[in-house]
């Protein structure tokens, strides 16, 4: 087993030799092996656009000028630092983070219970499915999106998610509070909501 130094995702080693296998032969211009290390990945590189982006075109946007780097960029990807997967997804998250910048000249900007969103022993919120909590997110204030994803599902700090969209601490954290109010009015206010807790 290794430890991927990006996110702590343990790999087993015969799942790195496949990935490792699967990228040496695309680097190579295998178009079988490229198909297949998009097919293996397109969902979960999907749905971080998802979480990024406003909408479901936005987010087909976000991904496609993502694969592109990731493809071009192979040859960059050294599998001693870290999964490719976690590599992948931090070329995912940074083609978001710079189409937002593109649309705006300011950026506005999961686990709902570590958020501090919802009680734990909320039996709806476990009830709702990640298609719904990211409905939710899409909602959100561009800050407050940028912001709440990079700090509760990708791990950053304040101090580094104002370096990354050049904005205060301050306002990263009172985006964050922003974030977290919305989200817990929106899910406790909503249909389907009240039609599971009751």
């Not at 601490?169 to 009172?174: D, H, L, Q």
Request: charged letters at 25%; proline letters at 2%.
């Amino acid at each position: 087993m290794q430890e991927d130094r990006f996110n702590n995702e343990t790999v087993s080693s015969s799942q790195l030799h496949n990935d490792i296998d699967l990228i040496e032969a695309c680097k190579r211009g295998c178009s079988k092996s490229q198909k297949s290390l998009y097919m293996k990945f397109k969902r979960k590189w999907y749905t971080i656009c998802l979480r990024y982006m406003s909408s479901s075109d936005d987010a087909m946007d976000a991904l496609q000028n993502a694969l592109i780097k990731v493809f071009s960029k192979l040859d960059a990807y050294d599998n001693d630092l870290g999964t490719f997967s976690a590599w992948s997804n931090r070329i995912v998250i940074n083609e978001c983070l710079m189409l937002q910048r593109k649309n705006m000249k300011h950026p506005q900007i999961y686990d709902l219970n570590a958020a501090g969103i919802m009680p734990t022993t909320s039996k709806a919120i476990a009830n709702l499915s990640l298609e719904e909590i990211n409905k939710v997110i899409q909602e959100l204030p561009t800050k407050a999106r940028l912001v709440f994803n990079l700090f509760e599902i990708e791990g950053y700090g304040h101090e580094e998610i104002a370096e990354m969209l050049n904005i205060s601490t301050g306002t990263s954290k009172s985006q964050l509070w922003n974030a977290k109010r919305i989200l817990k009015r929106k899910l406790t206010a909503s249909k389907e909501f009240a039609k599971m807790i009751s």
